[in-house]
Nanobody, 114 residues
């Protein structure tokens, strides 16, 4: 059973930056497509950014130019660099496979507020 652990969230002012990291209990990230998802209060979970096993990336329009997803094969992590954060980015952020067939982790809370 693969376990995913997200970290790096926190409280940041609008315009600030955070870097999220996703770790796995097994070295799987090099072999599968992965993504960061988020769920804001009262909203459905949405896919924010994805990276294929060969390194191609895609982003939802609302984060293009601000977020960057990457994979570190040495550390076995999937990272999400978030810049120019906006209040509407406030959500719990999760990582998972594409499609999301792995049991969800606890997520990491990102709050953007002044």
């Amino acid at each position: 059973q693969v376990q995913l652990v997200e970290s790096g969230g926190g409280l940041v002012q609008p315009g600030g930056s955070l870097r999220l990291s996703c770790a796995s209990s097994r070295s799987i990230f090099s072999f599968i497509d992965m993504a960061w998802y988020r769920q804001a209060p009262g909203k459905q979970r949405e896919l924010v950014a994805s990276i294929t096993k060969v390194g191609n990336t895609n982003y939802v329009d609302s984060v293009k130019g601000r977020f960057t997803i990457s994979r570190d094969n040495v550390k076995n992590t999937i990272d999400l660099q978030m810049n120019s954060l906006k209040p509407e980015d406030t959500a719990v952020y999760y990582c998972n496979r594409v499609p999301a067939v792995i049991t969800w982790g606890q997520g990491t809370q990102v709050t953007v507020s002044s």
